[in-house]
């Protein structure tokens, strides 16, 4: 059918769903990155996203459903077509009826855990600092230190392509380590709303260990910087030194030696510069501008980068670790 986007725009403004056309993704993006959107719908509720899902199917728009898009790289240089931000999707419920946290999609993953210990809920602290939604965290089955949403989680409610909703109970989501359903494209769905259990906790216990997760998160990882968190969902350090012994011996030696034993700078935020460079000169990365942080080689940073210099360095790591280590970024392709 291919509407023109004039006659898709028309039909948004009869049914009031807020929309913006030539987005410049550089300035919208949480990287920083990409081309022109030529359209970004708003829906503010279910029922508009419904609407959009509908409409957009109906004139054979290709989209993309997005969050916060913190883990995904959009290429310079590149247009796309049309995204569905559900950014205002974003209530959240305690039903004491049946004891569920019931969470739209768009909610963000901190305010999520803090609902949770403001409500007595356990099970969610180590979400506290991840800078997503709950549709994106479902959609990966994200995690920090130890904790992934699949231990929490009770079912979601997805809208699927004709604009039905669907419940799909957590069994059926196949959440593996940063993979599920949805991620590997085997289920259409967009997810709408994630329902968890709402177990009972100490308040106490659970800030004590949100505020050491929260803590956590600053030392380990970049803030300094626009970046996308873990590159790559493992250790590409790991990953090098079951390629080269001498690598993997010196880079034990160096991570024991600085950071079991910090005696005098236990709160120090984690440096890995040395160890970086030595792993770029032993095994030959090269790159004009440093693109990944000096906290760790698995976190892009965008200092004014292009992102053929993102990919030009993701291409040398995949070509030193094989699949052993699988990417967790999401590179946008043209679409």
Same mark, same amino acid.
């Given at each position: 059918?291919? /509407?023109?986007?004039?006659?898709? &725009? ?16 550089? =300035? ?32 054979? !728009? ?17 247009? *796309? @077509?049309?995204?569905?931000? &559900? ?16 969470? +739209? &999609? ?26 997503? @939604?709950?549709?994106?965290?479902? /959609?990966?089955? =994200?995690?920090?230190?130890? /904790?992934?949403?699949? $231990?929490?989680?009770?079912? %979601? ?23 599920? !359903? ?21 308040? +106490? @216990?659970? *800030? $004590? ?31 090098? =030194? ?37 792993? %770029? ?14 906290? @760790? ?30 990417? +967790? ?5 043209? *679409?």
């Amino acid at each position: 059918m291919n /509407f023109p986007m004039d006659h898709v &725009t028309k039909q948004l403004s009869e049914r009031g769903i807020p929309y913006r056309q030539d987005v410049s993704l550089r =300035a919208y993006s949480y990287f920083h990155t990409g081309g022109i959107l030529g359209l970004l719908l708003s829906p503010q509720n279910r029922d508009q996203l419904i609407e959009c899902i509908k409409i957009l199917g109906k004139g054979e !728009i290709t989209y993309k459903v997005i969050g916060e898009t913190s883990n995904l790289l959009f290429l310079d240089d590149t247009d *796309y @077509t049309c995204c569905i931000t &559900t950014r205002h999707l974003s209530q959240i419920e305690h039903r004491q009826s049946d004891q569920r946290l019931v969470v +739209e &999609t768009g909610a963000m993953l901190p305010d999520a855990a803090r609902y949770a210990l403001a409500e007595g809920i356990d099970g969610f602290a180590g979400l506290e600092g991840i800078p997503g @939604t709950i549709g994106g965290a479902v /959609f990966m089955n =994200a995690g920090a230190f130890g /904790f992934s949403i699949a $231990r929490v989680l009770d079912s %979601v409610e997805v809208i699927l392509p004709d604009g039905q909703l669907e419940t799909l109970p957590v069994s059926a989501l196949s959440l593996q380590y940063r993979n599920s !359903i949805f991620k590997k494209g085997d289920h259409p769905g967009i997810i709408v709303t994630a329902i968890f259990h709402a177990r009972p906790g100490n308040p +106490e @216990t659970i *800030y $004590r260990k949100m505020e050491t997760f929260h803590a956590k998160r600053h030392k380990y990882n970049e803030y300094m910087y626009p970046n996308l968190g873990s590159a790559y969902s493992g250790s590409i350090y790991r990953a090098l =030194a079951k390629r080269d012994r001498f690598y993997g011996i010196v880079s034990s030696l160096y991570l024991f030696l600085n950071y079991k034993f910090r005696i005098f700078r236990r709160e120090s935020p984690i440096n890995r510069k040395w160890i970086n460079d030595f792993t %770029v000169k032993r095994f030959g990365i090269r790159f004009g501008k440093q693109p990944f942080s000096d906290k @760790t080689m698995n976190t892009l940073i965008n200092n004014g980068h292009h992102t053929d210099e993102h990919l030009a360095y993701l291409q040398q790591i995949e070509n030193l670790i094989g699949s052993s280590v699988p990417i +967790e970024n999401e590179i946008v392709k043209p *679409y």
